[in-house]
């Protein structure tokens, strides 16, 4: 598999993606606005704003849009997510960042719950969401079709519960489906999907081998075996 051709629609200031196959969604995000979305903001866990086209500006970055901070699914995922070893990223000179749709105080505690050191940002209005076309409904789908969830669906929903009562606060729209892209270095989107439901996330490595990174084994993606 390569990286999708990219063409420039220059009057438009819009980048068109061939997909080839590449999205599992049954609408693949097509068009890109770089010069708007470029500019538009995402916030640290310190509550700095980071425009979102510096995030990609200098290296090729896996972005990885996920539901709510609450979502067990997304707390698989992520946690998949960390075991992917930083050397294989810098072999690759290729880096991996995560956005959510809550608050950015939430960001160090997500971090600690799932074990990721890679970079998290926050889009609490949901701007970029909203920009990207990512859906708005509470769908999960069969979590036997995902690679990376490990709960199961009651065990999943009591832990999600528990947390929101102890926090007492949402993290985030619980509607808000997620969505991935590879972009960069610069204006160059390799690779774009949107959910189509929780469950809908792109495996992981098939963001590693689309990014040109080396493949990991997950506890529920064997196949691939690490020498």
């Known amino acids: 598999m390569t990286d999708n051709d990219v063409d420039v629609d220059v009057e438009e200031n819009l980048v068109e993606v061939d997909i080839q196959n590449m999205s599992r969604g049954d ?7 770089f010069p708007k979305m470029s500019n538009m903001y995402v916030y640290d866990e310190m509550g700095n704003k980071v425009k979102f086209g510096d995030i990609y500006k200098k290296q090729k970055t896996i972005i990885v849009f996920v539901r709510h901070f609450l979502c067990f699914i997304c707390k698989d995922y992520v946690e998949d997510l960390a075991l992917v070893p930083l050397e ?3 072999e690759a000179d290729v880096r991996i960042v995560i956005i959510g749709p809550a608050p950015f105080k939430f960001i160090k505690e ?3 719950l799932t074990g990721c050191l890679y970079t998290m940002y926050c889009d ?3 701007n970029l969401y909203k920009a990207l076309g990512c859906l708005e409904k509470k769908d999960f789908g069969d979590l036997s079709k995902s690679k990376h969830v490990k709960s199961s669906a009651m ?4 832990q999600s519960t528990w947390r929101a009562m102890k926090g007492k ?3 985030g729209e619980i509607s808000q489906q997620g969505a991935s892209l590879i972009i960069g270095p610069g204006d160059v989107l390799h690779y774009s999907h949107i959910d189509q439901e929780a469950i809908d996330h792109t495996p992981i490595n098939s ?12 506890p529920g993606d064997p196949r691939v075996q690490v020498v």
Do not use: T
């Not at 065990?155 to 009591?158: A, F, K």
């Not at 590693?208 to 990174?213: D, E, K, R, T, Y």
């Open 27 to 33: 609408k693949p995000e097509a068009l890109f606005n």
């Open 88 to 90: 294989y990223l810098q």
């Open 110 to 112: 997500f971090k600690k």
């Open 124 to 126: 609490p209005d949901r």
């Open 155 to 158: 065990m999943g929903m009591i």
């Open 169 to 171: 606060e949402f993290q």
């Open 207 to 218: 963001l590693l081998h689309i990014a040109g990174v080396q493949q990991v084994s997950f």
